[in-house]
Nanobody, 121 residues
Framework: QVHLVESGGGLVQGGGSLRLSCAAS????????MGWYRQAPGKLRELVAA???????NYADSVKGRFTISRDNAKNTVYLQMNSLKPEDTAVYYCNAQAQRMIGGNEYAYWGQGTQVTVSS
């Protein structure tokens, strides 16, 4: 199994910064892409940022230039540095890992439990 543990959410004023971390336990699995999604009340879950095992990132247009995703493959950990936060960034942020068994097989999506990010105006 792949188990994801997130940390770093909280309450911050608009214009402030937060850093999210997600550590994956994945014995026997190879983790491919890792990323962050968010879900605000009444809205669908959306991709915020993701990074491949090779380090190539992609971002939602709404966070480009403000958020930075990074990854430590040796620690199976992904980070999301969030700067210039806005009230519309308020949501539950979920860590995602796309992983497959090292012996082969399909790739599946695994999710963390979510961490709340609240940005006050």
């Amino acid at each position: 199994q792949v188990h994801l543990v997130e940390s770093g959410g909280g309450l911050v004023q608009g214009g402030g910064s937060l850093r999210l971390s997600c550590a994956a336990s994945a014995t026997g699995f190879a983790i491919n892409r890792m990323g962050w999604y968010r879900q605000a009340p009444g809205k669908l879950r959306e991709l915020v940022a993701a990074v491949t095992i090779g380090g190539s990132p992609n971002y939602a247009d709404s966070v480009k230039g403000r958020f930075t995703i990074s990854r430590d493959n040796a620690k199976n950990t992904v980070y999301l540095q969030m700067n210039s936060l806005k009230p519309e960034d308020t949501a539950v942020y979920y860590c995602n890992a796309q992983a497959q068994r090292m012996i082969g097989g399909n790739e599946y999506a695994y999710w963390g439990q979510g961490t709340q990010v609240t940005v006050s105006s």
